[in-house]
């Protein structure tokens, strides 16, 4: 089993920053790919960033590429997402994800319906 417990959303105006925190605990991550996904009102959830925890390699969706970066601190057991330049349309629940074949390279993520693990979800606003 592996726990997610997200933190760090919030309430910002358009152009600027969030920092949102995934602690996880539970079993041992090195076999882990850890992502966020996120869910705005009405939408299907999507996937939007990636890190495998071993390599430290990591994946975006095109929509959040060159404004958002996914670490992680291995001795923390904690996955970030850097948000910057956010947009309105960048407003949904922010979820953190677990599972050993999350994301493929050349092939992309699995389905949500398919990932193991998950956080409860943060709210992200951004206001125009």
């Known amino acids: 089993q592996v726990q997610l417990v997200e933190s760090g959303g919030g309430l910002v105006q358009a152009g600027g920053s969030l920092r949102l925190s995934c602690a996880a605990s539970?079993?041992?991550?090195?076999?882990?790919?850890m992502a966020w996904f996120r869910q705005g009102p009405g939408m299907e959830r999507e996937f939007v960033a990636a890190?495998?925890?071993?390599?430290?390699?990591?994946y975006y969706a095109d929509s959040v590429k060159g404004r958002f970066t996914i670490s992680r601190d291995n001795a923390k057991k904690t996955v970030y997402l850097q948000m910057v330049s956010l947009k309105p349309e960048d407003t949904a629940v922010y979820y953190c994800?677990?599972?050993?074949?999350?994301?493929?390279?050349?092939?992309?993520?699995?389905?949500?319906?398919?990932?193991?693990?998950w956080g409860q979800g943060t709210q992200v606003t951004v206001s125009s």
């Open positions: 890190i495998r925890w071993s390599s430290g390699s990591t």
């Open positions: 994800a677990a599972d050993r074949a999350l994301y493929r390279p050349g092939v992309g993520a699995i389905r949500p319906e398919e990932v193991n693990y």
């Open positions: 539970g079993r041992t991550l090195s076999s882990y790919v």
